[in-house]
């Protein structure tokens, strides 16, 4: 069935630092791919998405590219603040099937300090 | 715009008494409502799926007569865990979405504690 692979952390940074969470998909046909945010006591808000090869989502710094040939949709920040310590979570809705299904990798959680 | 209000945020009850969680699609009209239980350091598992006016899907392993769900409007959808147990005691958390294919907007979770 379809799954999503992410790093797991927790990955702690310093204010200003590079940031890479790596997600690989395995998925029939062409799903759209998504990050997710879940700042402390809250519920999940989308950050980014793609929905198909070769597309960049972007957003608030974070950017994300959909691709096909290594079937991974990595979010990369260049400069990481505080206020971006928060759980972040790769997400697929799987292109066939009709299923409404949204399916979460693991959650990575990223703590930033100043 | 697309805002999903879920209350209460946090309940703390007693094992055996029944907790109704509301999910609210404030400024729009959501056909379909999702629920989600997320337990500690894991991720998100999808309990059930409920489309206005009719009956909810559950997920396999997920019970049917222990989370009850209703949806009943376009606006609203309700989750009830019947004799609540310590062991349902986990962070749920709704989305609602306006129609297939659109995406799903998230609720802030409700933290429900069973003693």
């Known amino acids: 069935g379809d799954s999503v692979t992410q790093m797991e952390g927790p990955v702690t940074l310093s204010e200003e630092a590079f940031l890479t969470i790596n997600c690989t998909y395995t998925?029939?046909?062409?799903?759209?791919l998504f990050w997710y945010v879940q700042y402390p006591g809250e519920g999940l808000q989308l950050l980014l998405k793609?929905?198909?090869?070769?597309d960049k989502g972007s957003n608030k710094g974070f950017e994300a590219t959909y691709r096909k040939e290594t079937t991974s949709f990595h979010l990369e920040k260049g400069s990481v603040q505080v206020s971006d310590s928060a759980v972040y979570f790769c997400?697929?809705?799987?292109?066939?099937?009709?299923?409404?299904?949204?399916?979460f990798g693991k959650g990575m959680k990223l703590t930033v300090n100043p | 715009g697309a805002v999903v209000s879920q209350h209460p945020s946090w309940v703390i009850c007693k094992s055996g008494t029944s907790v109704k969680i509301e999910c609210r699609s404030l400024?729009?009209?959501?056909?379909?409502m999702f629920w989600y239980r997320q337990f500690p350091k894991q991720s998100l598992m999808l309990m059930a799926t409920?489309?206005?006016?009719?009956?909810?899907?559950?997920e396999q392993g997920v019970e049917k007569d222990k989370f009850l769900i209703n949806h009943a409007s376009l606006t609203l959808s309700t989750l009830t865990v019947t004799s609540a147990h310590p062991e349902d005691s986990s962070f749920y958390i709704c989305?609602?979405?306006?129609?297939?294919?659109?995406?799903?907007?998230f609720g802030d979770g409700t933290r429900l504690s069973i003693l």
């Open positions: 989305s609602a979405r306006r129609g297939y294919g659109q995406p799903q907007h």
């Open positions: 998925a029939t046909g062409y799903p759209s």
């Open positions: 793609a929905t198909k090869a070769d």
């Open positions: 997400a697929l809705h799987p292109s066939q099937g009709g299923s409404e299904k949204l399916v």
């Open positions: 400024d729009f009209q959501a056909t379909t």
């Open positions: 409920s489309n206005e006016g009719s009956k909810a899907t559950y």
